[in-house]
């Protein structure tokens, strides 16, 4: 299953919501999806997983919703530590593990 | 506190074994509870995933992987190590150690991952 990422470069401001999308080439289960944060030189951050769950200390501002083909991370009330690169992640059959190309967010 | 950290050479000559090694504290390899994951950035390019292992030695590696990869765990030291053969160029990569989590009792995804470490094979 290929993961497609849009779009590779958001560009905000902080205070506004940024909504992030992966796109699945074939159906995911919520469960298996999950969403990743990752700075310069930091260990990516686990966010959100099976599709909608936040991870233990994730802000609520953090979420994740979708189903099947079409997946969104939402952040809102962007803060300034949320520029940062995201990643989407499935698990699929034969115990696959696939990940999006990324999209970055940027401060406008 | 859960903190993974990936040390080994930086530079691998072409054909050689790239060994990596990632230790772990604030969770015990051990322990039975989790499974451990080698992931790789290959630049230009997205993740992907290496293979996993867990407390008892099993392991499941990506086949798509085309050097052939062995990951081993040392309890003694909560450390589990990555073996990647004959390498070439398009292995050269950041890689990153992970340990993984459950959802409905499947491992679908990485709780935690260390900084990742870069590898360059070149002669």
């Known amino acids: 299953i290929v993961l497609t990422q849009s779009p590779g470069t958001l560009s905000l401001s902080p205070g506004e919501t940024a909504t992030l999308s992966c796109r699945a080439s074939?159906?995911?289960?919520?469960?298996?999806l999950a969403w990743y944060q990752q700075k310069p030189g930091q260990a990516p951050r686990l966010l959100i997983y099976?599709?909608?769950t936040r991870a233990t200390g994730i802000p609520d501002r953090f979420s994740g919703s979708g189903f099947g083909t079409d997946f969104s991370l939402t952040i809102s009330r962007l803060e300034p530590e949320d520029f940062a690169v995201y990643f989407c992640q499935q698990y699929g059959d034969s115990s696959q593990y696939t990940f999006g190309q990324g999209t970055k967010l940027e401060i406008k | 506190q859960v903190l993974l950290q990936e040390s080994g050479p930086g530079l691998v000559k072409p054909s050689q074994t790239l060994s990596l090694t990632c230790t772990v504290s604030?969770?015990?390899?051990?322990?039975?509870?989790?499974?451990w994951s080698w992931i790789r950035h290959l630049p230009g390019k997205g993740l992907e995933w290496i293979g996993y292992i867990y407390y008892s030695g099993y392991t499941y590696y990506n086949p798509s992987l085309r050097s052939p990869v062995t990951i081993s765990l040392d309890t003694s030291q909560n450390q589990f190590s990555l073996r990647l053969s004959s390498v070439t160029a398009a292995d050269t990569a950041v890689y990153y150690c992970?340990?993984?989590?459950?959802?409905?009792?499947?491992?679908?995804?990485?709780?935690?991952w260390g900084q990742g470490t870069l590898v360059t094979v070149s002669s």
């Open positions: 604030g969770a015990s390899v051990s322990s039975g509870l989790y499974y």
């Open positions: 099976g599709a909608s």
């Open positions: 074939q159906s995911v289960s919520s469960s298996y």
């Open positions: 992970a340990r993984m989590g459950y959802t409905n009792g499947l491992l679908t995804h990485f709780d935690y």
